[in-house]
C-alpha cells in the first residue's frame, strides 16, 4: 500500500504531465484560432473581390446596348455564380 506522501508524489507527477498536456492543446488552440483569423481574412478578401467583380459587371450590364446586351448576360450569370458559390462555401465553414 502506498503511504500518502507516494500517493500525493504520484497525482503530482500526473498533474504535472497533464497540465502539459493542456499546455500543448492551448497553443494549437490559439495557432488554430490565428488560422482560422487568417483564413477567415483571406476568404473574406476573395468574397469583396468577387463582389467587386459582380459590381463592375453590373455597371457593364447598365451601361450595354443591344446585343452586346445578351453577352453580358452571360457572363454576369458566371460572376454572380462565382460570388454565390463562394459566399456559400465561407459560410459553411462557420457552421
Do not use: H, P
Not at 12 to 39: G, P, W, Y
Amino acid at each position: 500500500m502506498k503511504t500518502k506522501n507516494e500517493y500525493i508524489e504520484i497525482l503530482a507527477t500526473e498533474l504535472r504531465e497533464l497540465s502539459a498536456d493542456i499546455d500543448a492543446l492551448t497553443e494549437k488552440a490559439d495557432k488554430a484560432a490565428s488560422l482560422v483569423k487568417q483564413n477567415c481574412a483571406a476568404d473574406i478578401e476573395m468574397l469583396r473581390a468577387k463582389q467587386a467583380a459582380a459590381s463592375e459587371k453590373m455597371k457593364e450590364l447598365e451601361e450595354s446596348r443591344g446585343e452586346a446586351w445578351e453577352e453580358l448576360k452571360k457572363t454576369a450569370d458566371t460572376v454572380w455564380d462565382d460570388l454565390r458559390t463562394g459566399l456559400s462555401a465561407v459560410a459553411d465553414k462557420f457552421k
